[in-house]
């Protein structure tokens, strides 16, 4: 299948969560997507050709998917100067430093967030309430302003479930989920459940295999079953809620799968992908971000080189 056919399909299969997630955010959503995938292409414009590669090179579609993804992992309030910034870094240092499409380690869009979240981590943190009243002129005065003081963002913004299951000082499981932490969870929840239709649908098309995917919601599974401790004050939260709150889906069907940074050896995609489940188990829990998706996605794609050798022995002492 041609890349720019598998971008379309790729791009298709995001639309249930975009449309869902931008009904429950608002308008800033939108503005990231298409800040971000203009920056993208007069990004991917300029080093194509400082590198004397043709521009049709453009078309193919894969730097637009990326930005597309990179958008929906940022807060919708995010000053688009800055998000701008994050897919144009993420596009230089996590590919084209390595020569372009194809030879590149890490994950651009995931270069560019954690790029962000360390460099931003004010703004990086500031989401809107679900389903808020928005005005449109107060939005776009966020989305454009260049101050980042905690006045600008007075009235428009409530933590994520795994902020405040994070930082819930000592409560038990049932405490937590008082009428408004469990109606916040419930957006989030339907969120990722768009997410999985649209990764179900990659999979049915073949744009993706199962592989990495199941790796990675079995392994959060196991580990948030096994510290779950029956809800109490030391839970580290449930299965369910691991699995459908933050990025969860997203990570799984549209992240983790990326061809390039994934492992080739298809034996141990499974492998790849519990890999990264654990390492975004351990950072959300333990970590010093409430979402550890991009950063057990990087270290994880540092290791897919390793995985290929381990599973070339494999083979070779059969």
């Not at 590149?104 to 270069?111: K, R, T």
């Not at 560019?112 to 500031?126: H, N, R, W």
């Not at 937590?176 to 957006?187: D, V």
């Not at 995917?213 to 599974?221: A, E, M, N, Q």
Request: some cysteine.
């Amino acid at each position: 299948m041609k890349t720019l056919t598998m971008m379309q399909l790729t791009l298709l299969a995001l639309m249930p969560g975009t449309a869902v997630y931008t009904f429950i955010f608002g308008l800033g959503v939108l503005v990231n997507i298409i800040g971000v995938c203009a920056a993208a292409i007069v990004t991917e414009a300029l080093f194509l050709k400082l590198r004397e590669e043709p521009l049709t090179y453009l078309m193919d579609g894969t730097s637009l998917v990326a930005a597309w993804l990179m958008a929906l992992c940022l807060p919708p309030l995010l000053p688009i100067w800055q998000a701008a910034t994050g897919i144009c870094l993420g596009l230089i240092f996590g590919k084209h430093v390595y020569g372009g499409l194809g030879r590149n380690i890490f994950n651009p869009a995931m270069v560019g967030f954690a790029i962000l979240i360390v460099s931003f981590p004010l703004t990086m943190s500031k989401w809107p309430e679900p389903r808020a009243q928005q005005h449109v002129s107060e939005v776009l005065r966020v989305k454009f302003q260049v101050n980042n003081s905690e006045e600008v963002y007075d009235g428009l913004t409530a933590a994520t479930p795994l902020d405040d299951y994070k930082f819930r000082s000592g409560i038990t499981n049932k405490e937590f989920f008082s009428a408004e932490a469990e109606h916040n969870w419930r957006y989030w929840s339907l969120i990722n459940v768009a997410f999985l239709v649209g990764g179900i649908f990659l999979i049915y098309r073949g744009i993706t295999s199962w592989h990495a995917p199941l790796g990675f919601l079995i392994s959060l599974i196991i580990l948030a079953g096994v510290f779950y401790d029956n809800g109490s004050s030391h839970s580290l939260g449930s299965p369910v809620f691991h699995l459908f709150s933050g990025a969860t889906m997203l990570a799984a069907f549209f992240i983790i799968t990326d061809p390039v940074t994934s492992p080739a050896s298809k034996e141990l995609l499974a492998v790849y992908g519990a890999l990264i489940g654990s390492i975004t188990f351990l950072i959300r829990t333990v970590g010093a971000y409430p979402e550890g998706v991009a950063f057990a996605v990087l270290l994880s794609n540092a290791c897919a080189p390793l995985i290929d050798h381990l599973a070339a022995i494999r083979k070779d002492s059969k």
